[in-house]
């Protein structure tokens, strides 16, 4: 980005959303560099695209620009992580998901931690509703919505994408 004092944070914002495909996380970093006197505006902007729902906000500077699907209902439930420590660790206990989870996905890792990308990941592959809850409550829905963008094209798994409301 030019260092430029009369630039627009929202229209360079929206020209390069344009050309980002849809149903793909992102970081902040595809703006490009962000001038010092230009961050507060940045923010805003970024909050009013996602209040319009050009783009949906996942986890800590990340989003997605949500693709084309039929509307669905206002009332969209948020689940929040529970397990905060096993968030901040990036790992989990297998000791504890071994009698959490209904399919034994870590048999091969009996007494050890599992990352907990490689959690949610095996539990969407997997596609058991149960687990799915499990690690929503434990994990949050941002943590799940960002593995999931992350790692699964979201048309191959639609149930889960309407699950998560991505």
Request: aromatic share 12%; hydrophobic share 35%; charged share 30%.
């Amino acid at each position: 980005m030019k260092h430029n004092a009369k630039l627009n944070m929202s229209s360079h914002i929206k020209y390069k959303l344009r050309r980002l495909r849809k149903d793909k996380l992102y970081d902040y970093s595809v703006f490009g560099p962000i001038p010092q006197g230009k961050k507060e505006a940045f923010r805003k902007a970024i909050s009013r695209f996602a209040k319009e729902g050009a783009i949906v906000k996942v986890g800590n500077g990340k989003f997605y620009k949500k693709g084309e699907r039929p509307a669905q209902s206002n009332e969209i439930v948020q689940i929040k992580p529970r397990r905060k420590e096993w968030l901040k660790r990036g790992y989990a206990p297998i000791s504890e998901l071994k009698y959490r989870l209904s399919s034994n996905l870590f048999w091969s890792n009996p007494k050890g931690n599992i990352p907990v990308e490689n959690i949610i990941a095996s539990v969407i592959q997997n596609g058991s509703l149960d687990d799915l809850d499990f690690i929503r409550f434990s994990f949050g829905d941002d943590k799940v919505k960002e593995v999931f963008l992350k790692h699964f094209d979201i048309h191959s798994k639609p149930m889960i994408r309407d699950i998560l409301y991505v």
